[in-house]
């Protein structure tokens, strides 16, 4: 049995529902290895902040006195009859308390490795983190995969309850011992600052107040620890991310539809989309069962938009300010977490899904492999399962992304072999080069150069004015022979015509281009940069190259003046 998400008991929830303040709740995820105490701590929680009533409480030991064990605080969230039977936590439940003025919702993840998937959904949206760690066991494997995932989904604010202190005589050596094992591997991943409080989820020590029976601590209580945590800044002051979900058409417009991941739009604005790098306007902005005209937008908003012109756009496209447009490449290095039951080769072909694209890629190269587990790198060639990894993944279309430091919406990323997800990562662009972007200029003492011959005085000349008639299509299909044979016609014409072809200028001066996508990006620039030139010398250019990708060829077609 599974489920989506476990609600407060009905109970419960009419009981708290008037403490829990009405502006959005600080998201928390609780994690940690199996059996040290997530569900434990969550009942006890709710229980002194008043959510759970006195009659919840009495239930829950009755059921315990019935079964012949002792009282038991998970029972209040782990509601599947096959969670009370185990004593496993099978998927993320859901509740809501408040204290000291802020609300939080708790996410109790499930720390068993066969449901780590489970635990990866429940803690994908979160602001911060809950970590259980057991004082008697110290840091274990799962707790080492919960701190690597946590890293990989860019939560960063961590709380850490070391918890069934009474099982270790409340001992500060213990205490210090697992801070120190764990802050090193935080340090490791690059998190700095998380608080530790020593806890007893059964005894109720150090949840609301300071136990006396932990004289040596004097940091404030776990819910005061939590209240302390700023949230994340808002996803509306970023810049603007609308990934394509679907473009639909009702009588005379055409409307793009999707899920504002970040940032604002309004009416007005104007827009890039990429990857085909299309510039216009945002002519409307139109919602569901929305009364009167919509005339600004933000993040979490689900909108659809008409432009001030038709523009080709489809799913898996994004939409941006044109000073903060995503990045375009077919390639990147990817922070992966493989949850497949095979290990993971290079040359592996996968589906990977980022926002709403998705689009076949071939794992291009292993860069490293790190065992979670002892936290050390392996010298495999391989992924193995659960196993962290540096990838190369190359695809076979330009995607537009970010890099998940910049922005977590549109850095995240899953792939799937057919239709299980097999791994998910974050997206990395350093030392990649952005398509859209030309390349850096590093001559500084040079100064254009103006033309007497204007280009009206060179149409008066030719009787016609210059220009560019591009031909794309895979090799073999016959698109240098349809330029030969159209520039052998425009000649008798009288037109001044010549044909620019890709393997006539890999001859000379693309001699040093080779074919990956860099260089085949690199080719079409350059070709693009002739054409315009030898247009604005009054030509006709036809062109004949291999142009797979809509952003190269409408790079192409705007060159630089010179």
């Not at 009167?292 to 489809?314: N, R």
């Not at 006539?504 to 990006?521: I, K, Q, V, Y």
Request: charge should be neutral; include cysteine; charged fraction near 25%.
């Amino acid at each position: 049995p599974a489920r989506s998400a476990v609600s407060l008991p009905t109970v419960a929830r009419r009981a708290g529902a008037a403490r829990i303040a009405d502006e959005a709740p600080l998201r928390v995820a609780v994690v940690g290895h199996v059996d040290h105490g997530k569900s434990t701590l969550v009942g006890r929680l709710l229980h002194a902040t008043g959510a759970l009533p006195e009659t919840k409480v009495a239930a829950v030991r009755a059921m315990c006195e019935r079964r012949g064990m002792p009282f038991e605080w998970a029972f209040v969230t782990d509601a599947l009859q096959a969670e009370r039977d185990q004593g496993v936590t099978v998927d993320a439940g859901h509740v809501r308390l408040a204290h000291g003025g802020r609300s939080f919702a708790l996410i109790d993840a499930p720390g068993h490795r066969e449901f780590l998937k489970n635990m990866i959904s429940g803690a994908a949206d979160c602001d911060a983190a809950l970590v259980v760690i057991d004082a008697e066991e110290g840091v274990r494997e799962q707790s080492r995969r919960h701190a690597f995932m946590l890293h990989l989904l860019g939560v960063r604010e961590l709380v850490v309850a070391v918890t069934k202190m009474d099982r270790v005589d409340y001992a500060q050596t213990r205490f210090d011992e697992v801070r120190r094992d764990f802050a090193t591997l935080l340090a490791s991943l690059g998190i700095a600052g998380a608080a530790f409080v020593p806890v007893s989820g059964r005894a109720g020590d150090n949840i609301l107040d300071a136990s006396p029976r932990t004289p040596w601590y004097r940091d404030g209580g776990l819910l005061d620890r939590l209240g302390g945590i700023a949230p994340r800044p808002s996803a509306a002051d970023r810049p603007l991310r609308l990934p394509i979900q679907d473009v639909y058409k009702f009588d005379t417009r055409r409307i793009l539809a999707g899920r504002i991941e970040s940032g604002r739009l309004r009416v007005g604005d104007e827009i890039v989309i990429a990857p085909a790098d299309h510039r216009v306007a945002v002519r409307g902005i139109e919602g569901w069962a929305v009364d009167g005209p919509i005339l600004e937008a933000e993040a979490g908003q689900s909108v659809g938009i008409t432009l001030d012109e038709q523009v080709f756009a489809a799913r898996g496209d994004v939409i941006a300010h044109p000073e903060s447009p995503a990045f375009e490449t077919d390639a990147f290095r990817g922070r992966l977490f493989w949850l497949g039951r095979a290990p993971l080769r290079a040359g592996a072909r996968l589906t990977l899904r980022v926002h709403t694209a998705e689009t076949p890629v071939t794992v291009e190269r292993i860069e490293r492999v790190v065992d979670t587990a002892r936290m050390t790198d392996l010298a495999d060639t391989e992924v193995p399962p659960h196993a962290v990894a540096d990838i190369l993944l190359r695809g076979r279309a330009v995607l537009a992304l970010d890099a998940a430091r910049d922005l977590d919406r549109t850095g995240r990323f899953v792939l799937l072999d057919g239709p299980d997800i097999v791994g998910g990562g974050l997206v990395d662009l350093d030392g990649f080069r952005d398509r859209r972007a030309r390349p850096a200029r590093k001559a500084t003492n040079i100064a254009r150069v103006d033309h007497r011959v204007t280009a009206e005085m060179r149409a008066d000349r030719a009787g016609h004015r210059g220009g560019v008639i591009w031909l794309t299509g895979l090799s073999g299909s016959g698109k240098s022979t349809l330029a030969t044979e159209l520039e052998l016609r425009l000649f008798g014409m009288g037109y001044q015509v010549y044909v620019l072809d890709g393997d006539n200028l890999r001859h000379g001066l693309n001699a040093n281009l080779g074919f990956s996508p860099d260089d085949r990006a690199e080719n079409i620039r350059r070709a693009g940069e002739v054409a315009a030139l030898m247009a604005r010398a009054g030509f006709l250019v036809l062109t004949a190259f291999i142009s797979p990708y809509r952003a190269d060829r409408a790079r192409a077609g705007k060159p630089a003046r010179h």
